[in-house]
């Protein structure tokens, strides 16, 4: 396979960013000031095609292999295809990126034929203090049709072992790891071990990292589920572009809505997501003992 062109890289005086036009793919975010935000394995594959193992995949028209299984490839063709750059401008407190994605875009048949549809996507990437991401979906056809999407934002973390995810207390969510419906959340979300959940929530998440010394804001709209997934060792293990120890450096908080929360969408209706994330140092936080 080939080796994908180089990031688009955009700045202003608050931010500096990286995204690539496969899967209109942002793989780097630093706000002036702090450290990196969104972490990229060093390892990853970078070569046309190749799902990029870091930053923010984009998965669409279908999460996973689909609300009712057996769908390829995993997460939707979406993060494997080119988008096409709309509009690309910076001030001084903002550099924006704008990619669209159409239904005729997707060239190979077996991915049509899963999404036999016509749509129209617009993605817009906002580089500043924040970050901010909103992914929009028209159905340009003259049918109404269902998808499912996420927006997969891996976050640096100090130590996996050692944060806290709050703002999901009380929520629903499915266990993959457990293969189990129905589980509820009790309090903050201490990661022990793999972690795969999709919860029924739309609340703000704060990552608190008492390693780095800072919290992590996460506010979502239009997205009715979180996802947090950290594949811990064994699973890390047989992920080759994750590397032997870098899941201990990421903690996945994805905006999503699948399975039951899929989009249905009529002919000339728009769906839009948005996925934000800010940074707070804090003072010092002994946070959970070290394991
Ligand atoms: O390895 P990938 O295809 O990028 O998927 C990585 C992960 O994405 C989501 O968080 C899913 O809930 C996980 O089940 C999956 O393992």
């Known amino acids: 396979m080939s080796q994908l062109p180089q990031?688009?890289?955009?700045?202003?005086?608050?931010?500096?960013?990286?995204?690539?036009?496969?899967?209109?793919?942002?793989?780097?975010?630093?706000?002036t000031g702090h450290a990196p935000v969104l972490w990229l394995s060093p390892s990853t594959a970078l070569e046309k095609g190749s799902p990029i193992r870091g930053g923010v995949p984009i998965c669409f028209p279908w999460f996973a292999d689909g609300a009712s299984g057996g769908r390829e490839p995993k997460h939707g063709f979406a993060r494997t295809t080119p988008w096409h750059v709309e509009t690309r401008e910076s001030s001084d407190h903002e550099a924006v990126i704008v990619y669209r994605l159409h239904d005729t875009?997707?060239?190979?048949?077996?991915?049509?034929?899963?999404?036999?549809?016509?749509?129209?996507?617009e993605y817009s990437v906002r580089f500043g203090p924040e970050l901010l991401l909103q992914l929009n979906v028209t159905n340009t056809?003259?049918?109404?049709?269902?998808?499912?999407?996420?927006?997969?934002?891996?976050?640096?973390?100090g130590d996996v072992h050692r944060v806290r995810v709050e703002g999901l207390d009380g929520?629903?969510?499915?266990?993959?790891?457990?293969?189990?419906?129905g589980c509820v959340q009790e309090g903050e979300l201490t990661p022990e071990g793999e972690v795969d959940r999709v919860y029924e929530s739309s609340a703000d998440v704060a990552v608190v990292d008492p390693v780095l010394g800072r919290v992590l804001r996460i506010r979502k709209t239009g997205s009715q589920n979180t996802v947090v997934w950290n594949p811990w060792a064994e699973k890390a293990a047989a992920l080759p572009d994750v590397g032997a120890d870098g899941w201990t450096d990421f903690v996945c908080v994805e905006g999503a809505n699948v399975g039951a929360n899929a989009v249905r969408l009529e002919p000339g209706q728009t769906h839009s997501m948005g996925y934000r994330v800010s940074v707070e140092t804090t003072p010092e936080d002994p946070g959970k003992p070290p394991a």
């Open 7 to 31: 990031p688009r890289l955009l700045s202003c005086a608050d931010a500096t960013g990286a995204v690539y036009d496969q899967g209109a793919h942002v793989t780097d975010w630093i706000p």
């Open 105 to 121: 875009d997707i060239k190979d048949p077996a991915h049509r034929e899963q999404f036999p549809h016509r749509f129209e996507a």
């Open 141 to 157: 056809d003259d049918h109404a049709f269902d998808f499912e999407e996420a927006l997969h934002a891996y976050l640096v973390v």
């Open 171 to 181: 929520a629903a969510y499915r266990d993959k790891v457990l293969d189990q419906d």
